[in-house]
């Protein structure tokens, strides 16, 4: 009994250590999203965001991903900060749900933000 308890408290600890490793790493592609939204790298907005990606915005506007990538290419939406904090990452299974705030800075649309 002593045995499989020992087993399954280190499968435990190792399912730990691989979400945490998981969670780092979602912050991570977060951190560096936030990142290329400043730099307007939109490859990488591309390359990182699923096809179904929905936003709303801080003025309470929705689009796509499409729509997204258009106004960083246009210069309708350029931030000149996106500040990332209290970044929770939750893992169910092969899925993860990351909720945060973001403190952004420049103009959406011609409107400062």
């Known amino acids: 009994a002593f045995v499989i308890a020992l087993v399954l408290s ?5 399912g730990l ?5 998981v969670e780092d790493e979602l912050k991570k ?9 400043v730099k307007g790298d ?7 965001t ?4 929905t936003l709303i915005n801080v003025n309470g506007q929705m689009s796509g991903k499409s729509q997204m990538v258009d106004a960083f290419k246009s210069g309708k939406t350029k931030l000149t900060s996106d500040e990332l904090s209290d970044m ?20 959406i649309g011609g409107k400062d933000v």
């Open 10 to 14: 280190l499968a435990a600890l190792l």
């Open 17 to 21: 250590a691989w979400a945490a490793n």
């Open 29 to 37: 592609l977060e951190t560096d999203r936030a990142a290329a939204v």
């Open 42 to 48: 939109v490859a990488t907005l591309e390359k990182q």
């Open 50 to 53: 699923s096809d179904d990606y």
């Open 88 to 107: 929770k990452v939750r893992v169910y299974g092969n899925t993860a749900v990351i909720t945060g705030k973001a403190t952004v800075k420049g103009t």
